[in-house]
């Protein structure tokens, strides 16, 4: 059995991709959801992947989550923090239960995930966490102060755990996507989407894939002298 990778938010979208590029790899994989229960047994159906329902954003029952990995998969090698949400409005419109349930689930996942795997990784003297951040938490976004914040906290998170992890084989990294090719995007207005692609050099948006290929190389032993990075994957919308 190869080691075994968890993917949060893991059964769609950008987390999908990931789930199937790092199983090509030779991961054992794992995809966590938090409440579509249908998308969850398709993707176990359509992949062969294991799903765990747990909410990243509950301390406890991550903990609680990631032991029965343990148990029942084996122990936590690989992190992949990919589950986020969404609850957009300016400042003057955002109630605090739009920023706390943002930050709750975009950076108190990440910690909540790093906390149940990073001893296991350092007894073991080798782990990977990447957490996939966001252009928006690089270049802020009007109406998204809870989500850029997250982000952008995602970032500065990576690079402190970075410190702690280097000493004993394990990498923290993160991944800040441009504008993808996903369900989200696609609910996206047209004439919206057009203005979007247009500040985009390369011309289009990004595909999963191309997230995944990156999560893949950070994971492996070829990005083992990396960390404490951000790898920006959005076609040169933002240069950082």
């Avoid at 990977?128 to 500065?156: F, T």
Wanted: charged share 20%; net charge negative; hydrophobic share 40%.
């Amino acid at each position: 059995m190869g080691k075994v990778a968890v993917v949060t938010g893991g059964t769609r979208g950008i987390g999908r991709a990931i789930c199937e590029s790092l199983k090509e790899d030779g991961f054992t994989v794992v995809a966590s959801y938090a409440g579509n229960d249908d998308a969850a047994r398709k993707f176990t159906d359509e992949t062969g992947t294991a799903t765990y329902k747990f909410d990243v954003g509950d301390h406890e029952a991550t903990i609680a989550a990631c032991n029965k990995i343990t148990e029942e998969v084996g122990p936590i090698d690989v992190v992949v923090n990919n589950a986020g949400i969404t609850r957009d409005g300016t400042l003057m419109r955002m109630s605090l239960q739009d920023w706390e349930d943002v930050m709750r689930t975009n950076l108190g996942g990440c910690f909540n995930m790093a906390k149940a795997a990073f001893e296991g990784m350092k007894e073991r003297k080798w782990g990977r966490i990447i957490n996939i951040g966001s252009i928006n938490g690089q270049a802020g976004q009007y109406g998204q102060v809870n989500y850029a914040a997250a982000k952008s906290g995602i970032h500065g998170f990576t690079k402190a755990l970075a410190q702690e992890g280097a000493r004993y084989g394990i990498t923290v990294n993160a991944i800040a996507p441009g504008y993808i090719d996903t369900d989200m995007v696609a609910a996206v207005p047209e004439n919206v989407l057009e203005k979007i692609v247009a500040k985009i050099p390369v011309g289009r948006l990004g595909q999963a894939s191309e997230i995944a290929r990156g999560v893949s190389f950070l994971a492996s032993e070829n990005g083992a002298f990396i960390t404490g990075s951000t790898l920006s994957i959005n076609g040169g919308q933002h240069m950082y």
